[in-house]
């Protein structure tokens, strides 16, 4: 493997390095649950500031907008970024703007313009995708290269705690129960967001005290460690279509759930009943995390994947052809699939490119964009041809990354001028 592990400072070394990596873990776990619980807040920001600033439902899908159109516009950026300042310290920086995002959201409410929050948003989902970009390649390397994708689904499965409970204490703290949103006030969100702020700034200043193992390149006779681009790796580009496809399809499924279980032939729900149901969805992702982290100790990480994603086609086909609970549960069982599906391919996609892996990981958090496109795909599909056999093309979304894992993940450099 072209990614080693260096004690800071050496003294701290020892000859197993075992100890360190469990302490590096623990402290990076934090920042996974952070992230997790920050974005899955945008669920409770919409609705209020639908309300707050009576939008439509464009203008109000804006937030979720900003935050991937960050992880578009600065995944590269910060994959040069810590390539150059190494992956410890860009999370300190992940960690300062994430804070300053939050803050900004302070005066956007004092000022009650909606614009300043979408700045304050894409300033916050900056900083993630900063985070993102050093912390999962940091992850992959704490260890064997085998193991890689059972650490770092381990990690992804605090996350989807995160987003787990982010939606209980965001109601809480942004809506006041019983009462209704007052017009053109935002200030609501001052305090919570505030509270982030010092939260994240304590975390940047542990990170930026703790002596944690340093990525570092070395070249080996199975590496390629000269080459000149992580674009060179066939791996790594398939890997980042199948994050674009995967996160594209997680998240149209889990915006159109709530619409699905309303329609007559489905569950003939309310809206608000039918809401309550997604916890099952997100939830089966963090239960399925947990489940795939231990079986990854015994089989690889492509099969596994490649089993996940055939389930998430057969479980998707269910729910296009049959009506009424079936269909319902088997949507809601994707989401168990989903759950191993981010790290592993993040896992897969970087094993093996040495000193480019900060790039690499830049390319793969750039695909990320796929939540913004695929969505919307599957909204035109609905209008076009019914909301049941729009869930179609997530179902597509599955078979290339069943071929990813049966295929595609197998590592390769394709040779200059060939």
């Given at each position: ?10 003294q701290e070394q020892s000859a197993s390095g075992g100890g360190s990596y469990r302490f590096a873990l623990v402290a990076l776990t934090s920042l996974f649950f952070m992230w997790g619980f920050i974005t899955c807040l945008n669920d409770i920001l919409i609705p209020y500031l639908k309300g707050a600033f009576e939008l439509n439902y464009t203008q109000a899908m804006l937030v979720q907008f900003c935050f991937f159109i960050a992880y578009f516009m600065v995944s590269l950026p910060a994959g040069k970024l810590v390539g150059r300042i190494g992956y410890q310290r860009g999370i300190v920086v992940g960690l300062v703007v994430a804070s300053l995002g939050c803050i900004l959201f302070y ?312």
């Amino acid at each position: 493997m072209a990614i080693s592990l260096q004690q800071q400072p050496a003294q701290e070394q020892s000859a197993s390095g075992g100890g360190s990596y469990r302490f590096a873990l623990v402290a990076l776990t934090s920042l996974f649950f952070m992230w997790g619980f920050i974005t899955c807040l945008n669920d409770i920001l919409i609705p209020y500031l639908k309300g707050a600033f009576e939008l439509n439902y464009t203008q109000a899908m804006l937030v979720q907008f900003c935050f991937f159109i960050a992880y578009f516009m600065v995944s590269l950026p910060a994959g040069k970024l810590v390539g150059r300042i190494g992956y410890q310290r860009g999370i300190v920086v992940g960690l300062v703007v994430a804070s300053l995002g939050c803050i900004l959201f302070y005066p956007a409410a004092s000022a009650g313009i909606y614009a300043l929050f979408l700045i304050a948003l894409f300033v916050l989902a900056s900083g993630i995708t900063i985070l993102q970009v050093a912390a999962n390649p940091y992850v992959s390397a704490l260890g064997p290269a085998e193991t890689a994708p059972s650490r770092l689904t381990m990690t992804q499965a605090f996350n989807s705690f995160g987003t787990t409970v982010a939606p209980f204490f965001g109601s809480i703290l942004i809506f006041t129960e019983g009462a209704e949103v007052i017009k053109g006030d935002a200030s609501a969100t001052q305090g919570p967001y505030l509270m982030l702020a010092g939260a994240l700034l304590i975390l940047a200043g542990i990170f930026a005290k703790l002596a944690l193992p340093r990525i570092t390149s070395q070249t080996g006779e199975d590496t390629a460690d000269t080459r000149g681009s992580a674009w060179q790796y066939s791996h790594l580009t398939l890997g980042a279509l199948g994050i674009f496809m995967y996160v594209g399809a997680e998240v149209a499924i889990g915006s159109t759930i709530v619409n699905f279980f309303t329609l007559d032939s489905i569950a003939g729900m309310h809206e608000g009943e039918a809401a309550k149901y997604l916890t099952y969805y997100w939830g089966g992702a963090m239960v399925g995390r947990f489940i795939g982290a231990a079986v990854m100790q015994k089989i690889s990480g492509r099969t596994v994947l490649a089993f996940n994603a055939i389930s998430a086609i057969v479980l998707i086909l269910i729910a296009v052809f049959f009506d009424g609970m079936l269909a319902m549960w088997a949507i809601l069982l994707v989401g168990l699939c989903n759950s191993v599906m981010f790290p592993t391919i993040f896992s897969l996609a970087l094993n093996g490119l040495g000193k480019h892996t900060a790039q690499g990981s830049g390319i793969l958090c750039l695909a990320i964009v796929g939540g913004a496109i695929v969505p919307l795909l599957q909204g035109m599909l609905a209008d076009g041809i019914g909301l049941q056999l729009s869930f179609l093309l997530p179902a597509l979304c599955y078979v290339y990354i069943a071929f990813y894992g049966i295929k595609g993940a197998k590592p390769h450099v394709i040779e200059s001028g060939k």
